[in-house]
């Protein structure tokens, strides 16, 4: 109530000031019309004038009262607001004319009616704009104490950024450096323009700041360059937070963070259909398996946003449904959900949850996706979990009578090399024979690649010996993997549920292909060290590893669908033998069946016509 009456107050006095410059600028319109103009004025001015005075007073307040003109911070004004400003006093200047032709004031000069709001407009905006600089000055003096930085990035790009900073009491902008040349010398909201020849480092030098803000769209090539040059310079850098940073608790909306690996490699946010999503999802019942996991979890936590029924949680590992189940309690209390530990393997405890909770739709995540880990004697488990995990969900999902399953892949399961890669195709052949047994229940899946801090990849152990002080270890200097993040690979998960017609496979878009060195090398900058201090060393490409991954996601493989980012995969190709679902949970889901690496290689070489087991590679270290 107490900023009600301040606000209230601060309205009324700006009110009684406006009426005055209006009341002043009416009299100043007569002078400039009789004195300036040295014409004769009418015997009967006196009496004009202060007839007509309140009149235009009234006209002119009611006008700016009425487009909110009274509501704004003109402290903080932009060119929107000016606009508005610009508008009111045009309707009030044909309101007064209106009222006047009505009063019909005799002798009244009708050019007082294009003067005065010249006059009353120009003073009006000259308040304001002195309130602006007034703000900004006292601004200025308030963050004495405020580091200065760099803002990188084109003129558009860097206006933008600007304009945030100015709300900023932690930092301040000394200057902009553009990566285009012909942008040298210009200045922009006050602050030089520096560009190439001259170097980022000598710039950052001269202005004595060690930090910069990186303006620019996410994943833009222009964007890359200057996180490369920044980086070399030894520049802490800071970016703009994305619209979802501003949900996050403790965080300043707007305010610049640090900057994070997936700015570098960010891409275009991911255009979902909320509307169909939230048609599918809401008020269904939901179960996601491996729940705990990068991807589970984070599937759990969009598909939570979208008012479902009740959400099911199932993971094997006791300690991650736990984490989930503290997090998502939290965030969405209104929200039935359940967390179920087990282990996709047991056929008939799955038959038994899954039955009890008849979800309309699941997501299977749970599964072994380490390469290495999966090549020598845990080849077996691979297959159990991987393949015989798929086909318990998904009939357990049919008997049910779900409305749809998507299994979550793997770009290793294009013309795999590994184990891992082997099984998650063996599951996509199983899916797509399931289909056909279940047609009620429509089943797709999804193959993506590698997903930025998910649980065993790079970014997390270069992290890791980064901070050890290196050396960072690489497999091959030529080595290359696609990356995307894991709430756009979520994402696109959910789309592909709503779109998907049974036994199709979708192949998301992964943009390009990251050099992994090169990810490395910009990790060891990005913390503010050099390669000297923080060596490499190529170690050699691990057991079942490939140097390129492939997607399937060129033109002549896959087809278009209504979404961007998704394309099917052609099916037809290297489709191998029709399967015998029960025959394949007898040869690798018994007591007896084969254990030795070398025979479940030598299966899923029968079974997956693609698949070429890797030779041992030797060592680059």
């Known amino acids: 109530m107490t900023r009600i009456a301040t606000w209230s107050r601060r309205a009324g006095s700006a009110l009684l000031l406006d009426a005055t410059v209006i009341a002043l600028a009416w009299l100043a319109a007569f002078a400039f019309r009789f004195s300036l103009l040295r014409n004769d004025p009418p015997s009967n001015l006196g009496p004009i004038v202060g007839l007509t005075l309140p009149v235009a007073v009234a006209v002119w307040a009611a006008a700016l009262s009425g487009f909110g003109i009274y509501r704004m911070a003109w402290r903080h004004a932009g060119l929107g607001d000016v606009r508005r400003l610009a508008q009111a006093c045009a309707v009030a200047a044909l309101g007064l004319g209106a009222m006047l032709l009505v009063l019909r004031v005799p002798n009244f000069p009708r050019s007082i009616v294009l003067i005065h709001p010249l006059l009353a407009g120009g003073a009006l905006l000259a308040l304001r704009l002195a309130a602006r600089l007034r703000g900004e000055r006292s601004s200025r003096g308030a963050d004495a104490t405020a580091r200065g930085l760099l803002v990188l990035g084109s003129v558009d790009d860097a206006a933008g950024a600007l304009q945030s900073l100015r709300a900023s009491q932690q930092w301040r902008a000394v200057a902009v450096y553009s990566p285009l040349p012909e942008e040298a010398g210009a200045r922009l909201q006050g602050l030089a323009v520096l560009a190439p020849p001259r170097p980022l480092h000598e710039v950052a030098k001269a202005c004595g700041v060690q930090h910069a803000l990186v303006a620019g769209r996410a994943g833009s090539a222009t964007r890359r360059l200057l996180l490369e040059q920044a980086s070399g310079a030894r520049l802490a850098l800071l970016t703009l937070p994305r619209a979802d940073d501003w949900l996050r608790p403790g965080g300043e909306a707007g305010m610049p963070r640090s900057l ?32 705990g996991g990068s991807i589970g979890s984070e599937l759990c936590r969009q598909i939570a946003r979208f ?315």
């Open 307 to 621: 008012g479902v029924g009740r959400l099911v949680c199932l993971d094997v590992s006791e300690f991650a449904v736990y984490q989930l189940e503290q997090e998502l309690r939290a965030r969405h209390l209104d929200t039935p959900m359940l967390f179920l530990t087990a282990n996709v393997r047991d056929a008939q405890r799955l038959d038994l949850l899954v039955g009890r909770q008849r979800p309309a739709l699941v997501f299977h995540a749970a599964a072994y996706k380490h390469v290495p880990l999966m090549e020598g004697e845990n080849a077996i488990e691979a297959l159990r979990t991987n393949v015989l995990g798929t086909i318990n969900v998904a009939r357990a999902a049919a008997r049910a009578g779900a409305q749809r399953f998507v299994l979550v892949s793997t770009d290793k399961a294009v013309n795999p090399t590994n184990v891992m890669g082997a099984s998650k195709r063996l599951a996509e052949r199983a899916l797509q024979a399931l289909a056909r047994a279940h047609p009620q229940t429509r089943m797709v899946a999804v193959r993506f690649g590698n997903v930025l801090g998910s649980s065993g990849s790079v970014v997390p152990r270069f992290a890791q010996q980064i901070a050890a002080g290196g050396p960072v270890t690489v497999t091959h200097p030529e080595i290359v993997r696609y990356f995307m993040t894991i709430p756009e690979a979520s994402q696109l998960v959910l789309q592909a549920a709503l779109m998907g017609d049974s036994g199709q496979i979708y192949v998301l878009d992964m943009g390009e292909p990251v050099r992994i060195v090169e990810l490395a090398r910009l990790m060891i900058r990005l913390s503010g060290r050099t390669e000297d201090e923080v060596p490499l060393v190529f170690s050699g490409l691990r057991p079942g590893e490939k140097l390129f991954e492939e997607l399937l996601a060129d033109d002549e493989t896959t087809l278009p669908t209504p979404h961007p980012k998704l394309r099917v995969a052609r099916q037809g190709d290297a489709e191998g033998p029709r399967l015998d679902l029960d025959d394949l949970r007898q040869r690798i889901g018994t007591d007896d069946a084969e254990h030795d690496a070398a025979a479940v290689k030598a299966l899923l070489a029968s079974l997956v016509p693609e698949y070429r087991p890797q030779p041992p590679t030797e060592s680059l270290a």
């Open 260 to 291: 994070e690996l997936d700015d570098l490699l960010g891409r275009a946010a991911v255009q979902l259909d909320v509307r169909g999503l939230s048609e599918m999802l809401a008020g269904q019942c939901v179960l996601v398996t491996g729940a």
